[in-house]
């Protein structure tokens, strides 16, 4: 049962362009989503998180956007650079005293120069 | 600074050994997961544990066990390898209370012939 669905699975974006990946969760009782970025040969590092209390949350040049009615949300990343092409997932938790993580299926970006 | 340790980047078992794959962090963490990666699949939880001697399921535990005998190791342990767990396999830890951090190690490629 995948509980977190994240699309699309390859995208490629032109330098300069703002690629937006979009996940989607089923269970209510998620109230923390991360994004993690993966480089070829490295474990995934936390990017940026939000928990439900507001819409959007910027850090830099990635930016995620929370949808609680539509239980979806999704990461965009402004001025994109062929540096930011990796591998990103979203996840979502339960929250505090719930230890694990529900990971999205991934998504292969690659930022054309 | 952080770091998750694997013991192997690259592996390759035939059918039927016994193989180990260790991780070690050097963060105090009380949490520690074993993931898999697939493409496509994204990161799956195969078993955590929370404290020493403790250990939960994952999502998809069949054909696996750990060992967690010291708080900074946790051990995966396929008892009879096989050609479907040819995979890149991902230790990850936590602090107790912030489980939405997690830091992953660089991941062992293992290849079952």
């Not at chain 2, 496509?40 to 535990?61: A, C, T």
Request: one cysteine or more; proline letters at 5%.
């Amino acid at each position: 049962q995948q509980q977190v669905k994240q699309s699309p699975q390859f995208l490629i974006v032109q330098k300069g362009g703002i690629p937006i990946i979009n996940c989607a969760y089923e269970n209510t009782a998620f109230d923390y989503f991360p994004w993690y970025q993966q480089f070829p040969g490295k474990g995934p590092a936390l990017l940026i998180a939000i928990r439900p209390d507001v819409s959007e949350k910027k850090e830099g040049r990635f930016t995620i956007s929370f949808n609680k009615s539509a239980k979806q949300f999704s990461l965009h990343i402004m001025d994109s650079q062929p540096g930011d092409s990796a591998t990103y997932f979203c996840a979502a938790s339960r929250g505090f005293g719930n230890e694990k993580l529900t990971f999205g299926t991934g998504t292969r970006l690659t930022i054309i120069p | 600074d952080v770091k998750v340790t694997q013991s192997s980047r690259y592996l390759v078992k035939r059918t039927g050994e016994k193989v180990f794959l260790e991780c070690v962090q050097d963060m105090d963490h009380e949490n520690m997961f074993w993931y898999r990666q697939d493409p496509g699949l994204g990161l799956r939880l195969i078993y955590f544990s929370y404290d020493v001697k403790m250990k939960e399921k994952g999502d998809i535990p069949e054909g696996y066990s750990v060992s967690r005998e010291k708080k900074e190791r946790f051990s995966l342990i396929l008892e009879s390898a096989s050609t479907n767990q040819t995979s890149m396999y991902l230790c990850a830890s936590s602090s107790s209370g912030r489980a939405e951090t997690q830091y992953f190690g660089p991941g062992t490629r293992l290849l079952v012939l």
